[in-house]
């Protein structure tokens, strides 16, 4: 190796697809040298590269990170969010090589990124349980040798994981592995099917003329085909989805600008023969099978559905037939990581009955359900095998899921994180793996900063930078990441305070009853843990009680005859009972529309000193006002910072 092509860095990215060039952007914002090693033209991987130009779930508040930025630049290009809600699948619809171009220069700007794109990484360099980097060769066949503090997998086949020889898994794990309901008795190598996408255009109405012909391969079998929509139905197979119309078949994928993405999980081009894809010698054969199968559904599409006009996009992938540059690949080699995210972590069964377990040191959040692509799967097919889809909740990503067992040196994100097969059909898609790219990169960038291993980052300071950029952590569907208490309200809830029975609004204007204070109180300064019991529920009762005891003002709530909203003069002496301290004999603060000889100016006041009600009430106090859960949330981060003091376990 001369010297010339050995490259020293501090983090090494071998993917530029979703995952590794958030990653990256996220890294080098923090002053991180990156390099970035791509076998395909372009950044991007499933948005661009293959053409899944979509996006899928994180929609609303879930919004958030560098995901949030890139659905902004496309909206910016198009003309604003309802030139982008175009297809009925997703409310950010897109040409593929428009977030190319948007990656390209999101990525220009960062001068501590040095991409290589159309590269492959050939080896890795692993010293003992250390990974060191990697060597790649360019598209000229020149060589380099990259030295790094941190190596990534970011790649679509997990290919990094094997040629460092990680212990991972591929396929499905057996329920007495994972302790999964919905796996199967035994461990086996069904994996999502993979999807040549096809990008479609309307050559009647972009140019007023049918579009070429596809023509079928000399294997070609329309009967596979059948089905796909309502248009040509076989009535001999049972059909356990929806037999769509042609309308809503097409309108899936619709794009801007009289184009199509065709990527349909019934009868179509998704491709069962994913296997075949994982050996790296056999690779190029079987894209190009892949690639018929779904050119023989376009011919499909032209000749029984009876569509013309419809031919592959003359002006999106410069490649040869006009198909995207990779497949679509859902699942792929996944590290056997010191945390495994399962069923269990995604599914409300297992949480309080409307959301799943809170993870204190989750790093992402995703919406979106467990979907899985398998021909297999449908009744009908001759090598049919089952599979249950439970349905799961908004989820949390916890830390671990980045770091393979007993491993120095080495992140996996992409889809390549610890996960189940499960789990892999809420987190293989574009805007999570997004969110933890940018996790990665944020946790590498602090580790290199520091002289830490990635895991050992400690995870608080890791989720209090991206919960300042406008990362969402906790999945509270109607609190936006601009909202005044947006900080606040996700460090308490990643803490445990929240309501034992609470779904995922966090409702800030809602007035609070006393219980409902008590709860919060009394897991904001460690008295309670999150767990919904009867015996918790007694827990809060007594608590109350005891904080009020000798208040003659609050006898009222002391002996069950006042119920409604706790006001705010009340709210005063619960949280000073709750700190350990006493009212005070004299006082001095003022408000226009309260006497210093009110009951409450003397439990006010400690908490005034503090600086407990900066940025909430200002001239007036108005004490008799109900506490919105809001004014609560900032009061407790405040006075407990429960978020730093009551560390995940």
């Known amino acids: 190796m001369t010297p010339k092509n050995l490259i020293r860095t501090d983090i090494v990215i071998a993917g530029g697809g979703c995952g590794g060039t958030a990653a990256a952007l996220q890294a080098a914002r923090m002053g991180a040298r990156v390099v970035l090693v791509e076998e395909t033209p372009w950044l991007g991987g499933m948005i661009t590269s293959a053409g899944v130009v979509a996006f899928d779930g994180n929609w609303g508040n879930l919004t958030c990170g560098i995901y949030r930025e890139i659905v902004r630049e496309i909206e910016i290009y198009y003309g604003g969010p309802a030139k982008t809600g175009t297809g009925w699948v997703t409310l950010t619809a897109f040409e593929p090589h428009v977030v190319a171009e948007i990656l390209e220069r999101l990525v220009k700007r960062e001068e501590l990124i040095q991409v ?114 309502a248009l040509d139905v076989d009535h001999s197979v049972p059909h356990p989805h929806t037999l769509h119309t042609w309308e809503t078949f097409i309108d899936y994928g619709k794009l801007p600008r ?12 998704d491709y069962p023969d994913s296997l075949a894809f994982f050996d790296r010698s056999k690779r190029a054969e079987a ?40 497949p679509y690949v859902r699942e792929t080699r996944r590290i056997i990581g010191e945390r495994v995210m399962r069923e269990q972590d995604v599914l409300p069964a297992f949480g309080n009955g409307v959301r799943p377990p809170l993870q204190e040191d989750s790093i992402a ?31 949390q990503v916890p830390f671990g899921v980045f770091f393979p067992r007993g491993i ?5 994100i992409e889809k390549s994180i610890s996960v189940t097969h499960i789990v892999n059909g809420c987190t293989r898609l574009q805007p999570i793996v997004l969110l933890m790219g940018q996790a990665a990169g944020a946790t590498a960038a602090l580790a290199v900063r520091s002289g830490l291993e990635p895991r050992e980052v400690p995870v608080r300071d890791l989720q209090e930078f991206l919960l300042v950029r406008a990362v969402m952590l906790y999945p509270y569907e109607d609190l936006h990441v601009e909202d005044r208490v947006f900080v606040e309200a996700q460090k308490l809830a990643l803490a445990g305070v929240v309501f034992d029975d609470e779904d995922f609004l966090f409702r800030k204007d809602a007035p609070l009853s006393w219980e409902q ?57 619960l949280l000073c009972r709750a700190l350990g301290s006493e009212p005070v004999p004299e006082v001095t603060i003022r408000f226009l529309d309260m006497p210093h000889t009110h009951w409450a100016a003397q439990w006010i006041e400690p908490l005034y000193k503090r600086d407990v009600y900066e940025g909430i009430w200002h001239v007036n106090f108005m004490p008799e006002a109900s506490v919105p859960r809001k004014e609560l949330t900032l009061m407790l981060d405040r006075l407990f910072d429960p978020f730093r003091t009551l560390m995940p376990a």
Request: glycine content about 8%; charged content about 25%; proline content about 5%.
């Open 365 to 395: 959040v995703g919406d979106y359900f467990l979907d899985h692509h398998h021909a297999r799967a449908h009744p009908g097919h001759p090598n049919f095998f089952e599979e249950n889809y439970p349905a799961n909740a908004k989820f």
């Open 116 to 229: 290589f794109t159309e590269s492959k990484v050939t080896s890795v360099l692993r010293d003992g349980n250390r990974v060191h980097g990697l060597v790649f060769q360019t598209k000229t066949g020149e060589t380099f040798e990259v030295r790094a503090a941190i190596t990534m997998e970011a790649t679509e086949f997990g290919d990094i994981i094997e040629l460092a020889g990680l212990e991972h898994r591929l396929g499905r794990e057996s329920c007495h592995e994972t302790g999964e309901p919905d796996a199967p008795e035994k461990a086996d190598l069904e994996i999502q099917d993979v999807t040549y996408v096809a990008i479609l255009k309307d050559y009647e109405k972009a140019y007023g003329r049918r579009a070429p012909a596809v023509l079928p391969s000399d294997d070609y079998d329309p009967s596979i085909f059948r089905s796909s929509t």
């Open 517 to 573: 204070a008590v709860e919060l109180i009394a897991k904001a300064c460690g008295k309670a843990k999150s767990g919904y019991c009867k015996e918790q529920r007694a827990r809060y009762k007594e608590l109350l009680k005891d904080w009020i005891q000798d208040i003659p003002q609050l006898q009222g709530v002391r002996d069950g005859e006042v119920s409604g909203a706790v006001q705010r003069g009340a709210l005063a002496a």
């Open 287 to 326: 894209f190009v099978r892949a690639k018929r199968h779904t050119l023989n559904f376009i011919h499909y599409i032209q000749t029984t559905l009876g569509h013309p006009e419809l031919g592959i996009a003359d002006d999106e992938f410069p490649t040869p037939d006009g198909l995207p540059f990779i």
């Open 408 to 412: 120095d040196g080495f992140m996996a």
């Open 258 to 269: 009289h184009k199509y993405m065709i990527n349909w999980p019934f009868h179509a081009n």
